[in-house]
């Protein structure tokens, strides 16, 4: 089955009592039982809803693996991950990430002995060098956030293997239409489904997609027992979004490349991190693993002043200032004071993640407005 017909039709059947062409929406807490122990496969909505089994069949599918796994948001996502660890464990991340990720390995997950390395992942070599015994879990974002590096993962993931380290990408930049992590060898792929998945806005939502029987029961039991699951009506809203996914970000990585482009052009843009240009010290890999270079671009001013990326970021007005990303509509937001801001200031400026770095999501709507909004916008500067 190819994808946009498994976004369509894999893991999605009719109702079986009404004929309904959508996925029902179960709003129920619990599930009569006919006598103690017999019942239709559903005990209590913590545990199982139909709506969300649904949805959780129909995202495994989409990333070629066996086991979905759905929960209440990306970062609950994780966390349930983080909770396959124990003290004393190490996990290797990429030094380029969601600050919310930083912020739960730091701040919550070190007090309980678990610890957190950050490199730069993307360079072959540094990879080699840290991936050894005693990491017992290498975190991988690709592209990554917000600066738009690209990790080989056929290569970092063969490297985890040889030293038995779990290996989980967050493939919520490119989605399961330009990329598959599994395919690669990895063992967990998480998504923030709040972002391309659903792609409207109106959602959060997060997802763990597994190959492994073992692995997938452990992380059903960490779900069950610690309870940050979706409700039935997010359920429905992101098998909604699903279905329109693959025609929603291939309009949106036409509509990135040209303005990457225009923006590389412009007299007041220093650099843009993209890795649809051949100059981008990973373009090889993207060509290698992606299907297509997503619809992610950061820039900086030429100047590099903050209050210059201030006046940009207030002066747009399709584009909104906003946090989050994946949606039908523009987005433009400041790593720094925004997504990025619980990441010391020194850590951002090793990877590059300047005061007046700016980042946009694209949308799908018509590309020329787009760009006359960017261009109004640097005019302001």
């Known amino acids: ?119 730069n992942l993307s360079d072959p070599e540094v990879a080699r060098e840290h991936i050894r015994p005693g990491v017992r879990l290498l975190w991988v974002e690709t592209p990554t956030n917000p600066m738009l590096n690209i990790i080989d993962l056929e290569l970092v993931c063969g490297l985890a293997k040889q030293h038995g380290i779990l290996v989980c990408v967050d493939n919520t930049f490119a989605s399961p239409y330009l990329q598959n992590p599994l395919d690669y060898g990895a063992d967990i792929v998480l998504h923030s489904a709040t972002k391309y998945i659903s792609g409207h806005s109106d959602v959060v939502h997060g997802a763990l997609i597994v190959k492994d029987k073992a692995l997938a029961d452990s992380l059903h039991f960490i779900q069950n027992a610690t309870g940050a699951v979706p409700g039935p009506m997010d359920c429905f809203l992101v098998l909604r979004g699903i279905k329109t996914m693959h025609v929603r970000v291939q309009r949106a990585c036409q509509n990135a490349a040209r303005i990457a482009h225009h923006l590389d052009a412009h007299p007041k843009v220093d650099k843009v991190f993209y890795p649809g240009f051949a100059s981008h010290p990973n373009h090889g890999t993207a060509k290698k693993q992606m299907r297509d270079f997503g619809a992610m671009i950061s820039f900086d001013l030429k100047d590099n002043r903050i209050e210059h990326a201030n006046t940009v970021l207030s002066n747009t007005h399709l584009f909104s200032l906003a946090e989050s990303l994946g949606g039908v509509e523009s987005l433009i937001g400041h790593p720094a004071t925004m997504t990025h801001a619980s990441i010391p200031r020194e850590e951002r400026l090793r990877t590059g993640l300047t005061d007046s770095l700016i980042r946009l999501s694209v949308g799908i709507e018509d590309v020329d407005d787009l760009i006359a909004d960017l261009d109004l916008a640097l005019s302001h500067g």
Do not use: W
């Open 1 to 119: 089955m190819k994808f946009a017909t498994k976004l369509i039709h894999a893991g999605i059947e009719p109702d079986p009592t009404t004929g309904a062409i959508m996925t029902p929406i179960y709003q129920t807490s619990t599930y009569v039982q006919e006598a103690p122990g017999k019942h239709k496969g559903y005990e209590y909505a913590r545990t199982q809803n139909p709506t969300r089994s649904v949805l959780e069949a129909n995202l495994a599918a989409l990333e070629n693996g066996d086991y979905g796994i759905c929960f209440a948001s990306g970062l609950a996502a994780q966390d349930a991950v983080m909770k396959l660890l124990n003290p004393g464990d190490l996990i290797l991340s990429t030094n380029d990430l969601y600050g919310g990720s930083f912020r739960q390995m730091r701040r919550v997950y070190e007090k309980f002995g678990i610890q957190s390395r950050f490199v």
